[in-house]
């Protein structure tokens, strides 16, 4: 129950062109789930990481990660790179994604 509480702390937000997209946003954060229960995630500020990324036949192709934790960074790298995206979408456009992260 409490990896549940965590792992819904996870907020999505797009933050330039090309993320504007909401179906790729839904397939992201259904797919997109964390174990957060071992991060220690700081309660004055939330914690965020910001991917940009291409999509090329169905996969993410990560071109700059970075955040406000290394073991954050690590976990949605992890989890972005074995994602399989089941819609095409155009493989010259940049998406850029923030995900931040806050204590329940």
């Known amino acids: 129950m409490e990896k549940l509480m965590v792992i819904a702390g ?3 937000t797009t933050i330039s062109l ?3 997209n909401p179906k790729l946003k839904n397939e992201i954060t259904d797919k997109l789930i964390l174990d957060l229960s071992k991060v220690e995630l700081e309660e004055e500020f939330k914690d965020f990481v ?4 291409h999509i090329c036949e169905g ?5 700059e990660i970075t955040g406000t934790q290394k073991q954050l960074v690590d976990k949605v790298k ?4 074995q994602l399989s995206i089941e819609q095409a979408y155009d493989e ?3 998406y850029r994604y923030k995900f931040t992260f ?3």
């Open 18 to 20: 090309g993320a504007e």
């Open 10 to 12: 996870v907020v999505f």
């Open 78 to 81: 992890t989890k972005l790179s």
């Open 59 to 63: 996969e993410i192709e990560i071109t």
């Open 92 to 94: 010259e456009t940049l």
């Open 50 to 53: 910001v991917v940009s990324f």
């Open 102 to 104: 806050e204590k329940q």
